[in-house]
């Protein structure tokens, strides 16, 4: 690989010899086997700290298609901003001296409200990516949902990391999607999670411009972004490139359902008729995540859905939406079934804001993908383990022990 690089970038450096020179000079640091710089000593405190430290390590093109949102990314910072503008009414003279973090969902009691949302490409942020999230999110007694999207399989998430396991769905072809299914289903996923936002690609300014993808492009430009980011590059060296692991074999069929997937040329047919054969032939609990209308709750639930995530996908699909945590409110007067909700999470606090508002959990995405970009397993455990602190710390400043207690009291909008 190093080669490989070298002949590209050696019309930068006048010859091949100069480029090898330019390697070894970059390469010559003492990281481990994931390219993680020995003797560091930064403490990251918060999501943000973690932010700064993923920028530092990916190239360019990778930390871009982590950080960005769909066209001029007014959805992506209007998520930021609707947690922003929420404040806390804080109750006083209540003892909180003995505090609980613990939620139920699905008859079960998580140690937290935390959920790790479906992210698609992890092994391209630190090798083993997917592993490495459910490791943690395991470590965390918290779920997990894996992404059609992944570049470790269901079946190798489910035997290398265990844990409360549950498998995102994309509905690219419909023999294929029954396939995983059937493969979530054998490997003990417990929950199914359908995304139904992204019936075609949403326009990513920044992957455009990058020309990100995957398998990744090897021109002058992104290789001369990798080499300059040694660690990132190192450790991918050391595992190889990510590819969607789901679909690899030689089959054509696989060939082509990754293509549609890479181009989110997923079946734009799918519709409500399908989400109840889906319903009928999956046991277990089934999600619906995407929805941003009270009407489509409503179906949802009257089709037998278990719950559904408010979501518009990170702010990645398209740009001029509410952000989920506004709707939240008004939807859950409306509606008995569980609902989740994601886009926006960078604190504790906005997990005790979305509760208040009628959230059971919160699924995080970008918040724990910095730290598994920044620092692989141990970095998305203590992302966890920062939100953690935080949503403990803020449920005692604003009176309320028990998140069961949350309600809009401690809310001012």
Known sequence: MASEFSELISPAYGSRAAAMCLLRTMWGFPYDKNGVARGLTVTPVCIDDYRSLAKRRLPRMVFDYLDGGAESERSLHRNLGAFAAINFAPRRLVDVSHRNSSVSLFGRTLPTPFVVAPTGLNGALWPDGDVALARAARSAGIPFVLSTASNATIEDVAERAGGDLWFQLYAVQRDLARLLVGRAKEAGYRVLVLTVDVA??????????????????????????????????????????????????????????????????????????????????????????????????????????????????????????????????????????????????????DAVKALALGAKAVLLGRAILYGLAAAGEEGAGHVLQILTAEFDTTLALVGCPDPARLNRQFIQL
């Open 200 to 349: 075609v690609n949403g326009k990513r300014d920044r992957d455009l411009r990058n020309g990100f993808a995957i398998p990744f492009r090897q021109t002058p430009r992104s290789v001369l972004d990798a080499v300059t980011h040694p660690r990132w590059a190192l450790g991918q060296i050391r595992h190889g490139l990510p590819q969607l692991a789901n679909f690899a074999s030689p089959d054509a069929t696989d060939v082509n359902a990754q293509a549609a997937l890479m181009r989110r040329q997923m079946d734009a047919s799918f519709c409500w008729q399908d989400l109840q054969a889906l319903r009928d032939a999956w046991p277990g609990r089934l999600i619906v995540k995407g929805i941003m209308t009270a009407t489509d709750v409503n179906r949802c639930r009257e089709l037998g859905v278990d719950a559904v995530v408010l979501s518009n996908h990170g702010g990645r699909q398209i740009e001029d939406v509410q952000a989920p945590i506004d709707l939240l409110a008004e939807i859950s007067n409306q509606n008995a079934m569980p609902l989740l909700v994601d886009g926006g999470i960078r604190r504790g606090a």
